[in-house]
């Protein structure tokens, strides 16, 4: 979340007609993320989230938007997002899709702990569940192709170790690929800061903009790479312990599955050490804008790739 587009107060005061949320009061720029543009927005009915999509299409958005609105139908914690008076889910501003999203309470957390993995899992194992009967297909923007593609593109900035790490990563991507292990929607980017809690308990999942379709273990590959981690970038074998036994109090896992996981691990972290590569090397420019650091995955990813033949459970 960062703001790339800028508008004005007279702009969504007019964009505000599209909708029944009451008057504009105020707006503020959030800079947490890096994909799209995010206000914070008062009107006299309360707060929203108003998102402008940068990089993908007005039908692009629109699935995404479903999908959110589809599993907040079935009582999962998520936001829902605000139709237009034409009953629409979106509205174009200056040639972008926007939506304005329902701001759901509480906070993310900066530091983890076992209760709060243990949590995590079960709203992950719920998300995959409730997500079964969604029946429109979601693609995936960060597969193989993409990461492929990308470090073809990085060759020539990155450090030659750093390549390497790639090109390990890859291979083993591409033989996880041939095996047939249980997939579905998965929410791809399920960082803290996608997590909201409300007095020490999961209040919501947010940032729904990656999700598509994909093996189950890699969503879970994704938590345990950011809430089960320590400083060295080793996985924490007592968060881990929690965050699996909270998954698998409601979806147990099968043993292709806890075989491979290792292998979804190294997965998870060739995806963001490429994309935070890649935005540091070729950066948007935005007026508020939040750039990670890639060193952070590559000690998760070098940990990962030297300890793939390791039993995990």
Known sequence: MSVYTKISKDALTEHLKNYSVGEFVSVDGISDGIENTNYLLHTSSGEYIFTIFEN???EQTREYLKFMNYLQSREFRCAHVELTVNSDLLVLIKDKPSAIIQKLS??????????YCNQVGKLLAD???KSQSYSATL????????REKTGDKL???????????IESALNLEREMQIHDIPAGKIHADLFRDNV??????????IDFYYSCEGPLIYDMAVVVNDWCVRSDGKVDAEKFKSFIAGYESLRPLNQDEKKLF???????SLRFFLS??????????GEMTHIKDPDVFEKILTDRLNNVKEEIF
Do not use: C
């Open 56 to 58: 993908i299409t007005g």
């Open 106 to 115: 509480g906070r993310s957390i900066t530091d983890t702990n076992t209760n």
């Open 127 to 129: 998300f995959h569940l």
């Open 139 to 146: 693609r995936n923007t960060r597969g193989l192709s993409w």
């Open 155 to 165: 060759k020539n900035v990155v450090e030659v170790h750093q390549t390497g790490l």
């Open 196 to 205: 909201l809690f409300l007095e020490g308990k999961v209040s919501g999942m």
């Open 262 to 268: 290792s292998y979804a691990l190294v997965s998870a």
């Open 276 to 285: 935070r590569l890649h935005d540091l090397h070729f950066p948007k420019i």
